[in-house]
């Protein structure tokens, strides 16, 4: 091996460890057979697709192209409560696919279970591994995400599935590319980030979690690293928010007009100590408001749905959860709710009969990737999270709703800070959805040997 082989061993590529795709149905769309055929010949890929693009359809897809490869079973993780309508939409297309029981990974087909039961799954049963709405592993707590990993490193093909990244979040994309077994998160950091340390500017950014109160490490892509970092991220990812992102007609895929509505609440009674509010500045003093404010909110939320026949209230606190059940005559999903009665009220909410349905959670607990396109109206407790905004508006905005959706945020006097700081994230997800979009089509036309080259120096007696 020459030195200028041995540099080329050194790269951080996505390998191309799969194989031809033997199995592509007539109900694919034509972006959809581009992308899942890419997935499948990648191996150890990720499909950053909006949501509804197809994500659940494509991943089965290609489980059923690794089965029919390995004749041996493939697993798909999914939050909980997705399991459920991932089977219904398998047999709705004629895929064979089964919820997974413990110690019965028998047979070479597809086996779905949820995030939290894969600790009683041996990844030595399993060929290849998908994990929907993988965008959630880097909220896993360390030991759980360590978990999640170790077991897709453990298996041959793997693919995550999910919909945009968080702005200027990069843990997604780091956990992303370990889980894939390509580049260390840490790695990825040292590489292409640098650390802003200050913790009064993590303040001033707004990564700083108001309801723990603990602030975060923020990482910043060095200038002179965004073309290497972007033109790496397409060397295992491929990203679109419609059909043309990747060259075809959109004509199936526009969406219906979404209001976005803001509605401000005075709290009836001052902060304690205070003849009169005033109002909040600080972190510490707006998570107070929140908590002062759970009634006001609360029948404000109550209220503008009364005026709907099926609704959807987005909360954080189970204060907030317990009284909107108690106000709308709605069902709660909370946290405390066993998996039955989730997939229970899940299945409520979108098949039911009732005249009137309004199903009330958490956006980490029901949040993610569930399809309620029967409902176009929800309201949302605002914090400083753009991806659980993002993520629960996309519940209901999402290809195949047919109607105008209006989410109405409901935030407390003082929170103006919260709505700016989802707008300003909202700009930079689309910039940043740009980013990825345009390296990952320049790099289909960039030879590896060639980025290779470019991105690893070589010392100029090699060249000479």
């Known amino acids: ?70 004749n041996k079973p493939v697993l798909i993780l999914t939050p909980l409560s997705v399991s459920i309508q991932t089977l219904a939409e398998a047999a709705k297309f004629g895929i064979e696919a089964h919820r997974a029981i413990v110690g019965h990974a028998t047979l070479p087909t597809i086996y779905v279970t949820n995030y939290e039961q894969l600790h009683k799954f041996s990844a030595t049963d399993y060929s290849g591994v998908v994990c929907d709405e993988s965008s959630i592993l880097k909220n896993f707590d360390g030991v759980y995400k360590s978990e ?77 690293a965004e073309e290497s970092f972007w033109r790496w991220v397409a060397s295992w990812a491929r990203a679109a928010r419609r059909p043309s992102d990747l060259g075809f007609d959109d004509r199936d895929f526009i969406l219906p007009q979404m209001v976005e509505q803001f509605t ?50 987005w909360c954080n606190l189970n204060d907030e959860g317990k009284l909107l059940a108690k106000l709308t005559g709605g069902v709660e999903v909370s946290g405390s709710s066993s998996d039955e009665e989730k997939e229970e009220a899940v299945n409520w909410f979108v098949n039911g009969t009732d005249d009137r349905r309004v199903l009330i959670s958490k956006p980490k607990i029901l949040g993610f990737g569930l399809n309620f396109q029967h409902c176009n109206y929800a309201t949302y407790f605002s914090d400083f999270s753009y991806e659980r905004y993002y993520q629960t508006t996309r519940r209901f905005w999402r290809f195949g709703q047919t109607k105008k959706v209006t989410i109405n945020s409901i935030y407390p006097e003082g929170g103006e800070r919260m709505m700016q700081a989802i707008v300003r994230k909202s700009k930079a997800a689309e910039q940043m959805f740009e980013n990825m979009v345009r390296y990952m089509n320049d790099a289909l036309a960039i030879d590896k040997t060639q980025y290779t080259s470019k991105e690893i120096s070589k010392p100029s007696w090699l060249t000479k």
């Open 148 to 224: 999640i990993t170790e077991f897709m490193r453990q298996v041959p093909y793997r693919l995550l599935a999910t919909a945009t990244a968080a702005p200027n979040d990069w843990d997604e994309l780091g956990t992303s590319s370990e889980a894939l077994g390509y580049m260390g998160y840490k790695d990825m950091l040292k590489t292409f980030f640098t650390n802003k340390e200050n913790s009064s500017s993590k303040r001033r950014s707004g990564r700083w979690d108001m309801f723990k109160g603990e602030a975060r490490d923020e990482f910043v892509l060095l200038g002179w």
């Open 1 to 70: 091996m020459d030195y200028s082989q041995f540099l080329d061993t050194k790269h951080d590529f996505g390998a191309d460890d799969g194989f031809k795709p033997t199995y592509m149905p007539s109900v694919l769309k034509d972006f959809q057979v581009s992308l899942t055929d890419w997935a499948v010949r990648k191996g150890r890929g990720a499909l950053f697709a909006d949501c509804g693009l197809g994500k659940t359809l494509m991943q089965l897809v290609w489980a059923q192209n690794v089965v029919e490869h390995t």
């Open 264 to 313: 401000e609440i005075k709290p009836r009674t001052p902060r304690q100590g205070m003849l009169f509010d005033v109002t909040a500045v600080n972190f510490q003093e707006q998570r107070e408001v929140i908590r002062r404010t759970v009634n006001e909110r609360c029948e404000s939320a109550a209220e503008s749905i009364s005026h709907h026949n099926i609704a959807a209230a």
